[in-house]
Structure formats: C-alpha cells, structure tokens
C-alpha cells in the first residue's frame, strides 16, 4: 500500500528567504513521486516529477526536490521565495509497476504563505 | 482547447437533486481521472477511463455516483439523489498515455455546493 504524509500543513516564510516542503511517503513498490501546486481559483499544476532517474529532481519556477530512499523522502525545496509562490502545494505517491493502478497517493496539502 | 475544461464551473443544487458534471479532456490523452476534493484537503480519486474503458472505480463513494466516457473523449460524472456530504469541487484530468509517469493535467474543477 502507499500513503503520503506531509509533516506541515502550513508554512510562512519571508520573501526572499529559502522554501522547505517536507514529505513522506510509503509504498510497497518503487515509488513515483510528484509535488503539484494550486494556486487560488487555479487549476492543480505539475512542479516536478521523481521517476527513479536522478535523485534530485528539478521543476519549474525553481523549485527542485531530492528523493531519499532511505529516509522515504522527497521534501520540496527553493532558494529564495517570491510572492507568486503562495499556493498550497500537495506531494503525490503513486507506484511505479506496471498494471492498471493509476492512482495518484495525495498527501493533504500544504499552504505556504509568502510575506513581504 | 489548450487545456482540460469542465462545466459549469459553481453548481448549486438542492438535496435529492440529481447533478451532472462535464469534462473535456485535452485531445488525443487517452487516460482521464475523477477526483473529489474536499475543503482543506487533497483530491481523493474516484475513477479513471483508459479511452472509453473504465478500469478503476473504486474511489466512488457509493452507486450514486456514475461515470462515463463513451466515445473516449469527453466524459461525465453523475451524482444522482445528491446528499450534503457531496459538496466538493470536483476535478478532471487526463494525461496523454497510460504509465503513471505520465503527467496528470488537471481542470479547474466544478465546486458543488448541496444545500
């Protein structure tokens, strides 16, 4: 089974300050992995996708992520936030065999908030 | 369409009221999802079609809930006697193939409101 837990449902950083998103994930198969982000009144859009390739992974508007397998982590991170940043961002698990399991694992979310 | 449409975009309807919810993937993806989504927390998936096939429908709460696409492209979810516990949005997506690699692209999703 899969499951995806997102250590914080909230986080507030300052403009221009770096941007960490932690999760967890389980799962019995190798995993894929996905952060996707919605912004208000937005559609769920893709940031960045782990499909066992290269470990660290990067997306758009510069966010990046590192899988860890050893510590079943695939955390979002940023070097400097800006304002258009404010959305809530959701980790997403779904296995990576083959099969008809399509399902994507959501995790419940984070809202992060950008101050000036 | 560049994107995933779905219609309408706010539904209001009385309890016991049935609904229906439109979806227009992008065209020629063959995979299309239903998800709800509660206030405050992520979606939760409902059903997928493989072109016209429904393979999974195991995230659909109870059979008042129905879903089709029978021409492999637009597809349409049903609420029938619709309940208070039904309020959510509700989102589509599709994606170009079947591997869950592939890239879920998302509509903006219909806001139910059961009053």
């Known amino acids: 089974a899969q499951s995806v837990t997102q250590l914080d449902s909230h986080v507030s950083v300052s403009e221009g300050t770096p941007v960490l998103l932690r999760c967890n994930y389980s799962?019995?198969?190798?995993?894929?992995l996905f952060w996707y982000v919605q912004h208000p009144n937005k559609g769920l859009q893709l940031l960045l996708k782990y499909t066992s390739a290269a470990t660290l992974v990067k997306g758009i508007n510069g966010f990046e992520a590192e899988f860890k397998k050893s510590e079943t982590s695939f955390h979002l991170t940023k070097p400097s936030a800006h304002m258009s940043d404010a959305a809530e961002y959701f980790c997403?698990?779904?296995?990576?065999?083959?099969?008809?399991?399509?399902?994507?694992?959501w995790g419940l979310g984070t809202s992060l908030a950008v101050n000036p | 369409g560049a994107g995933v449409s779905q219609s309408p975009r706010y539904k209001v309807a009385k309890r016991g009221q049935d609904v229906a919810l439109r979806c227009d993937p992008i065209s020629g993806h063959v995979s299309l999802f239903w998800y709800q989504q509660a206030l405050g927390q992520g979606p939760e998936f409902l059903t997928y079609f493989q072109n016209e096939a429904q393979l999974d429908k195991s995230g659909l709460p109870s059979d008042r809930f129905f879903a089709e696409r029978p021409e492999g492209s637009v597809s349409t979810l049903k609420i029938q006697r619709t309940q208070q516990e039904d309020s959510a949005v509700y989102l589509c997506?599709?994606?170009?193939?079947?591997?869950?690699?592939?890239?879920?692209?998302f509509g903006p999703g219909t806001r139910l409101t059961v009053l």
């Open positions: 799962s019995s198969y190798s995993p894929s």
């Open positions: 997403v698990v779904t296995p990576s065999s083959a099969g008809n399991n399509r399902k994507l694992i």
């Open positions: 997506a599709s994606s170009l193939a079947a591997s869950s690699y592939n890239e879920q692209f």
